[in-house]
């Protein structure tokens, strides 16, 4: 297949259960691009920080109950990253951001900064309410890094060998939030990064992984 140069970036955005963490960890995989992931960003700062952390302890609070984390505290750790990878000159596979319109501007400028925008792909995957809260009801990863898990008959991570386990913040009640959320809050970038003429590539994400994974190839070129 074709193959795209080092300097391209991909980004994903979907609501909850759209396969944005499979797609991302294919992509990033066969195109040898690094995988920028803000669910993951988050998640070791949680597990990096004290205890006593006011800050961190009210962000852990906000992510458990559904909600987006603090607008200002995750751009900074996203567009810190997003200066790491992209200051190796390899490509990278953006996953779970822009997040809202307040945040668009500050992460692209980044990304612009490393990757010429013509160059960006922006690949929205669509699923519905019904699927969402299906999918996410039963979603199983890796205790360790949140490598998703598809087989049920796995039961060891096949990545760093930890635990399988469901996330707690899985409840049927906790997805509909999230993606209400993501329908008011992050919807929105979509369309705004359209009219910036920015690529913006839609996926049927109500398809098989292996589906999803071809459409979105075929769409990159």
């Not at 970036?9 to 396969?19: D, E, F, R, T």
């Not at 160059?119 to 205790?143: A, G, P, Q, Y």
Request: hydrophobic share 35%; aromatic share 6%.
């Amino acid at each position: 297949m074709q193959t795209l140069d080092n300097k391209w970036a991909v980004i994903l955005i979907g609501p909850p259960g759209s396969g944005k963490d499979t797609q991302a960890e294919l992509l990033a995989r066969e195109l040898k691009f690094v995988e920028i992931k803000s669910s993951k960003i988050i998640e070791d700062k949680f597990k990096l920080a004290d205890l006593n952390d006011v800050v961190i302890n009210h962000e852990k609070e906000l992510h458990a109950s559904g909600q987006l984390n603090t607008r200002e505290v995750v751009d900074a750790w996203i567009i810190e990253r997003i200066e790491e990878v992209g200051a190796t000159g390899v490509g990278l596979v953006g996953n779970g951001w822009p997040r809202e319109i307040e945040e668009v501007e500050a992460e692209m400028m980044a990304v612009e900064k490393f990757y010429p925008k013509d160059s960006v792909k922006i690949v929205t995957i669509t699923l519905s309410e019904d699927e969402s809260v299906k999918r996410n009801s039963k979603r199983r990863v890796c205790e360790k890094n949140g490598h998703p898990i598809q087989k049920e008959e796995i039961v060891v991570c096949p990545e760093d060998g930890s635990a399988i386990i469901f996330r707690t913040d899985d409840t049927p009640e906790t997805i509909k939030k999230r993606y209400q959320v993501y329908m008011t809050q992050t919807q929105p970038v979509i369309d705004f990064l359209s009219k910036k003429g920015y690529n913006v590539i839609t996926i049927n994400g109500e398809q098989p992984i292996e589906d999803v994974h071809r459409d979105i190839l075929d769409k990159l070129w």
